[in-house]
Structure formats: structure tokens, C-alpha cells
């Protein structure tokens, strides 16, 4: 694990339930966080604006709606996420900030239970409309098995690599896992096949609804090269302390 050495990346999960919520938590963190995940509450909440916020302030976002579909509604889908920012360069002086970010989403997130065709839909959508647009191709994650699942057996392992090789094969970047099966995936999969973790617990805190759960440490000790975190950031008394004690905890690995 050498060469990835203190490269794993912090995604915070902005869980919450409004814009003012995001607007405060994003500058709140800002100058420790680049990456920040918009999923399906505050997304359904706020919709595109809060995708534009967080690229108006210079950060990343990684849009987790985990697309699940007929092959054609998943590239419709993906096709208006990897427009969002175009959106964001024609929205003029939003928030009185000159967006910093003109590259276009960092990154999105299908299900692998969708299938080959599914996620081979959304690859070629998603590189064909950000060439045309002029931005980055995003990033493209198949989700394998929710984190909120627990392994009995081999039986969750088995399948995310299952799927994982699917989501190769579909030409996707990486995979959501969690760190158990981290290790194991790069095997099979090569170092580049990117792995996006959650269920990131550091020692001693309340795992909740989480089942596969790692330590920040271990996390990046197994190789994963995202690590998302939500309530222990988000929930927690002072999140940008939260967020320091994480990241430290990250480059001590
Ligand atoms: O609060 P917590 O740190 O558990 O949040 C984890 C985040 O990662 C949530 O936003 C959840 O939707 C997301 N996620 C997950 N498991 C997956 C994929 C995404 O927990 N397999």
C-alpha cells in the first residue's frame, strides 16, 4: 500500500434536511474539505441549487443519488447530473461568488444491481455529453451492497466483488464498498478500479443503521481511496473538529 500512502480523500455526506443547513456546514468546513456529497435527502430538499452552492464555493461534489433504471432513464439521469454545472456557469454572480469550479461534476453514483447494460448506458452518456458540454467526464461509481448490510458468511464479499467486476467491466471508475471488502477488490481489480468507502466510524462512536463498518485508520490502511462520513461530522458538537480529528486519523495510517 505504499505508493497510496496518506492518498485517501475525505467526501463529508451533507445528510441534511436544508439549504441554509448545507450553507453553513460547506463554509464551515471548507478549508479542510474538498469533496462533498450530496445524496438523496438534501438533493430532494434542494435540488440542483445545492449542487451549485457547493461548486460556486470551489469544492467537489459528489452526487449520490445511486441511479437505478432502465437502461435509458439511467443515461437521461446521468446526462442532466453531468449538465448540472454548465447550469452553474450560466447562473450568473450566484451567491455573489464567481463559481470556481468550472470542471464539471467530480462524481456520481449508479447501482450495480442495474446490471451491465445499465451502467455501460451511463458511461457512454456521461463521457459523450461532458465532451460535448466541455467539462470533465465525472467519475462514476456503482454502488455494490449498502454498508447498512452485514456480511454473514462470505456471503456480502462474494457479492461485491461479483458486482464490482460487472461495474469493470461496464467500464465504470470504482465501486462504493466498505473497507472490509477494500483490499480484496483491488486485488481482482487492479489499484486504479477506485473505491469509495462509508460506514466510517472512528473508534468508540455509535455505529447506527451501519453494519460494515471501519475505523478511519483502517480504512485507508485497506486501500480505500474515498472515505465518506456523515454523522460523525454532521452530527457532531463541532464538525470541523470532527472533521481535523478524521483527517489526522487518516494521515497517520
Ligand atoms: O452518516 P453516515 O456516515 O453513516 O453516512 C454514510 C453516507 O454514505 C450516507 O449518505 C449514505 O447514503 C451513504 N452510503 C452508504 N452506503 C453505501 C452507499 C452510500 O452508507 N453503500
Request: proline share 4%; charged share 25%; with cysteine.
Amino acid at each position: 500500500m505504499i505508493g497510496k500512502k496518506n492518498k485517501a480523500q475525505l467526501v463529508v455526506a451533507l445528510d441534511i434536511d436544508s439549504f441554509e443547513k448545507m450553507r453553513v456546514l460547506v463554509d464551515q468546513l471548507a478549508d479542510v474539505v474538498e469533496i462533498f456529497k450530496v445524496g438523496s435527502q438534501l438533493f430532494t430538499a434542494c435540488g440542483p441549487a445545492a449542487v451549485r452552492f457547493i461548486e460556486a464555493r470551489g469544492k467537489k461534489v459528489f452526487l449520490d443519488l445511486k441511479f437505478h433504471d432502465i437502461p435509458n432513464t439511467v443515461g437521461s439521469a446521468v446526462r442532466s447530473a453531468v449538465g448540472l454545472s454548465v447550469a452553474l456557469e450560466r447562473a450568473t454572480d450566484f451567491h455573489n461568488r464567481t463559481p470556481s469550479v468550472k470542471k464539471g461534476l467530480f462524481m456520481y453514483s449508479v447501482h450495480t444491481v442495474g446490471g451491465l447494460e445499465m451502467m455501460k448506458e451511463a458511461v457512454a452518456v456521461g463521457t459523450k455529453f461532458a465532451e460535448e458540454i466541455g467539462v470533465n467526464k465525472p467519475l462514476a461509481m456503482g454502488v455494490t451492497v449498502l454498508t447498512s448490510e452485514a456480511n454473514k458468511g462470505n456471503s456480502v464479499i462474494d457479492l461485491v466483488l461479483e458486482r464490482a467486476a460487472v461495474a469493470k467491466k461496464a467500464g465504470l471508475d470504482g465501486v462504493v464498498a466498505s473497507a472490509e471488502e477494500a483490499k480484496a477488490i483491488h486485488d481482482k481489480l487492479g489499484k486504479d478500479f477506485l473505491i469509495i468507502t462509508p460506514g466510517i466510524r472512528p473508534l468508540g462512536t455509535d455505529p447506527q443503521d451501519q453494519k460494515r463498518v471501519a475505523t478511519p485508520k483502517i480504512a485507508v490502511k485497506n486501500g480505500s481511496d474515498f472515505l465518506v462520513v456523515g454523522r460523525p461530522i454532521v452530527a457532531a458538537a463541532n464538525p470541523h473538529k470532527a472533521a481535523e480529528a478524521i483527517l489526522q486519523e487518516m494521515q497517520s495510517s
